[in-house]
């Protein structure tokens, strides 16, 4: 067992660090109160090589490992105060990028992944629908087969990216009857007669990054336009989950990092009854928690992404992290708040924004109790 | 044990765990719900650590899953 991470790696996410801490942090509360998207910090993330990290070369990638890729995102979630735009490109990095480069044909790859990677176009992955969230694949949005290829018809919803995507990956059932074994995966462009954005949804938190609805009518879309075979949509779906409940959760990582550093030193300057309030036991055992528990969700991640880089499948850690990591980065952001006292609670101390954008780490990918429903199958249970 | 025992006992015994004790290797296991998603998931990690073999996501469809039969003579292509 090595923990070690190599120079290399490290120096990298060093770099991200700087390069974050320098570049993202522009504006945010404004961007914030008014949920506007930053077209140009995405820009700057595709620049650096973000959104590129881990595919080849050959589409504008950097061809990284996943263990770098994750560390990658620590880095970004320590430096950078937005987790809106952090979410928003892992979600077009794993459920759109990943399910093009796995399942889509060469035309398609070389079609999307250059875009994409480079920033030029943003993509959007619509699964969930009005009447199916968790229960994904009974969705209604169907797609009928007709000659040289198929209609859609339906909606999508909470669809990330929607308002600024020039495209996306979409799922549909050719037979509502078939269940799992009718979705079947697409990819659409906008523009495209019949497929149109709806309503910019506002939200809680993560508010930098942009939700909308996805609706088809009667729209055509070639036989080319199909991602991977008819039927193999869950199995592409379930693939892009893995990635994106691994890596989307290593920017938490970062974040409560930083949570716990900030924590520590208000805790050390803050004085009340003649003394620092981290001298206070409660107010120190809670910090104290909030390091078991970064740690601990530290490890758990490591080994989703150790395993996934032997080649070995992780549902169940998947699964484990997700759930551990989403439910710790909404501890930590309550800890850090009650250690900031009123201050915390406050918007221009920057600490509370934080507890909002968790929150939706409990739902997306998955929520909390889909990811116990996992574990709890694979327990034998 | 051929591809069909190992299944068929994995199958009874692991993913419906007594519920259908008279399972057949025709029996369709997809379209009554037999294995749902989750169940899935499982069997395709049990064949590729029991068969040492790494089963493509992209075939993971009705096709080759929908029966014991019908998936031990697709696993008899590797
Ligand atoms: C910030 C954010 C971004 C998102 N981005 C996207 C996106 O880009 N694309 C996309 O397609 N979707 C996206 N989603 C949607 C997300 O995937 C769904 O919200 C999620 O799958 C839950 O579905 P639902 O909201 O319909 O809740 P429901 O499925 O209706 O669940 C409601 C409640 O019931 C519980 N529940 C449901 N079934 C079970 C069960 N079997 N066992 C125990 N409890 C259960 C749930 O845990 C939850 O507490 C996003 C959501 C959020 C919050």
Redesign the interface.
Known sequence: MDFSWSDEQLAYKRAVVGFAQKELRNGLMERDQKAEFSRENWNKCAQFGIQGLPFPETYGGANADILTTMLTMEGLGYGCADNGLIFAINAQMWSVQMPIF??GTELQKQKYLPGLISGQIIGAHGMSEPDSGSDA?SMRTRAEKVDRGYVLNGSKTFVTNAPVADMAVVFATVDP?????GVTGFVVDMGTPGFTVSRHIDKMGLRTSPMGELIFEDCFLPEENRL?????G???F??SMEWERACILGSHIGTMELQLERSIAYARAREQFGQPIGKFQTVANRIVDMKVRLETARLLLYKVAWLRSQ?K?A?MEAAMAKLYLGEAFVQSGLDAIRTFGGWGYMTEFEVERDLRDALGGVLYSGTSDIQR??IA??L?L | MNHETILLEYIKQELLRGRKSDLKVEDDLLSNGIIDSLGILQLVAFIEERFHIQVPDEDVVFENFQSVKVLSDYLAKF
């Open positions: 796995k399942f694949y009857k078939r269940g799992m074994w991977g075979p008819v039927g193999a869950a199995n592409i379930k693939d080649g499948s549902t429903n996992i199958r694979y034998g």
